[in-house]
C-alpha cells in the first residue's frame, strides 16, 4: 500500500500534482487540480508552497485511508444512492455571506436540476454528465430570456459547480471526484471602463447632486477601494504615523485577508474632520438604483458620455498608477489582487493607449 505524490507538465507550461495510488496490485491516478507555475514573483513561489502543501496533506489522508481500508476506488456500494441533487441544494442554501454571491449559487443550482431534469444521485455523475452540463451552459438557451448565457454568466456557473464537487469529495460524500480532468470556461476578458486624468478632473470641477457619491467616488479614485471595503470602511481604520504618512487597514471583504493601504495626504482631506472610531466613514450612502442615475447625471454635467459605474473609480485608480510608472508587481499589492495575471487586464489598456497614441502622429509627405 502505497500513495506517491508526482508531478507532470501540462501544455499551459504548468506542472500538475497528482497522486499514484498503488493498493493489492491496483494502481490509480487521482489529480488534485493543483499546480505549480514558473516562479517569476514572491506571490508565485507562494502559491507553489501553498499547493505543495496542500498535496502532502491530501497525500498523507489518502495513506491513511488505504491504511484503514477506506480509500474508494470505485463510486460503488451505499455511497452511490446519495442523493447528489440534495447535496447541492444543502450546500448553496449556506451561502448567504452576501445576497449577490447567493444569487449565484442559486442560478447554479437551478441550472443543474434543469439540466438533469430534477433528478441525480452520485451515481449518475461521471465526466459525460458534466461535460454536457458544460456544454449546456455554453450553448443552451437557459437564461430567464430564453436566449444563451454570456460566457462569462456561463464561466462563472462552471466554477461554482467544480466548487460543489470539490467540496462533495473533500467531505467523503464522493469516494472520488468526476470533474478532475475537466477543463473549465475560459473566461472572456470584459471592457473595463475607467476615467483619464482630464476627465477625473472634469469630473471633480462638476457639481454632483449628492455630494456624498462624489466624495466617495473620488476617495474610490484615490486609493482604488471597492464598494464592498469602502462602505464598510470605519474611523477606526483610517491610521496615520510621522514614518509612514496616511494609511487604512482593514480586511478585504472579497479576499477577508487583512490589508495594509497606504493613501495620500489628498485622500484623507477628502473625507473631512472624523468620526467616531466605531463608525462608517459612508455610513449614510446607499447602492442603489437612484445612485446610480445620480452618477450618471454627475458624468453628464463633467461632459463624459462613457458607460461609467462606481467599480470604475477602481479601473481609474489603476490605470492612472500604470500610466504614471508604477511597476505592475506594486499596482498588484495595491488592489490586493492576489495574483499578478488579474492585475495584467491594467497592463494591456495601457498599451493599447500608447497604440492609440502613436498613431495621432501626423503623415509625414
Known amino acids: 500500500m502505497k500513495v506517491t505524490l508526482r508531478k507532470r507538465k501540462n501544455g499551459t507550461g504548468k506542472t500538475s500534482l497528482y497522486l499514484d495510488v498503488y493498493n493489492n496490485g491496483k494502481r490509480e491516478y487521482e489529480y488534485l487540480n493543483l499546480y505549480l ?8 513561489r507562494k502559491q507553489n508552497k501553498e499547493a505543495l502543501q496542500l498535496a502532502e496533506a491530501i497525500k498523507g489522508k489518502r495513506q491513511i485511508d488505504l491504511q484503514n481500508g477506506t480509500y474508494g476506488f470505485k463510486k460503488v456500494g451505499e455511497n452511490s444512492k446519495k442523493d447528489f441533487l440534495a447535496y447541492f441544494k444543502l450546500l448553496t442554501e449556506g451561502h448567504f455571506e452576501s445576497k449577490g454571491n447567493n444569487i449565484i449559487w442559486r442560478n447554479c443550482f437551478r441550472h443543474f436540476k ?38 462569462n454568466s456561463a464561466f462563472i456557473y462552471f466554477s461554482k459547480f467544480k466548487a460543489v464537487l470539490n467540496k462533495a469529495y473533500e467531505s467523503r460524500f464522493l469516494d472520488y471526484n468526476p470533474g478532475t480532468r475537466i477543463k473549465g470556461i475560459e ?23 449628492y455630494p456624498l457619491l462624489k466624495q466617495a467616488f473620488m ?19 483610517i491610521e496615520y504615523s510621522e514614518k509612514t504618512g496616511w494609511k487604512i487597514v482593514f480586511k478585504q471583504k472579497k479576499t477577508n485577508e487583512q490589508e495594509y493601504l497606504p493613501i495620500t495626504a489628498q485622500a484623507r482631506e477628502l473625507l473631512g474632520e472624523s468620526g467616531n472610531p466605531d463608525e462608517r466613514v459612508f455610513a449614510q450612502l446607499k447602492y442603489s438604483t437612484g445612485m446610480n442615475l445620480k452618477l450618471s447625471l454627475w458624468m453628464m454635467k463633467a461632459g463624459i458620455t462613457k458607460n461609467i459605474t462606481f467599480h470604475s473609480a477602481r479601473h481609474t485608480h489603476a490605470t492612472l498608477l500604470l500610466s504614471n510608472g508604477v511597476d ?38
Open 37 to 44: 507555475v514558473s516562479p517569476k514573483t514572491p506571490i508565485d
Open 328 to 365: 505592475i508587481y506594486t499596482v498588484s499589492k495595491l488592489l490586493g489582487h492576489r495574483q499578478v495575471r488579474t492585475t495584467e487586464i491594467y497592463g494591456k489598456i495601457i498599451d493599447q493607449k500608447k497604440i492609440e497614441a502613436v498613431n495621432l502622429l501626423p503623415k509625414i509627405t
Open 219 to 237: 476617495f474610490s479614485v484615490l486609493t482604488g477601494l471597492r464598494w464592498s471595503d469602502l462602505s464598510k470602511l470605519l474611523w477606526s481604520e
Open 114 to 151: 434543469n439540466y438533469v431534469n430534477n433528478k441525480c444521485s452520485v451515481q449518475d455523475l461521471n465526466e459525460k454528465l458534466i461535460e454536457g452540463f458544460k456544454d449546456y451552459l455554453l450553448h443552451g438557451e437557459i437564461s430567464q430570456a430564453k436566449k444563451k448565457l454570456a460566457r
Open 187 to 209: 473566461q472572456e476578458e470584459s471592457k473595463r471602463e475607467y476615467l483619464t486624468l482630464e476627465e477625473v478632473k472634469k469630473l471633480s470641477a462638476a457639481d454632483c447632486n
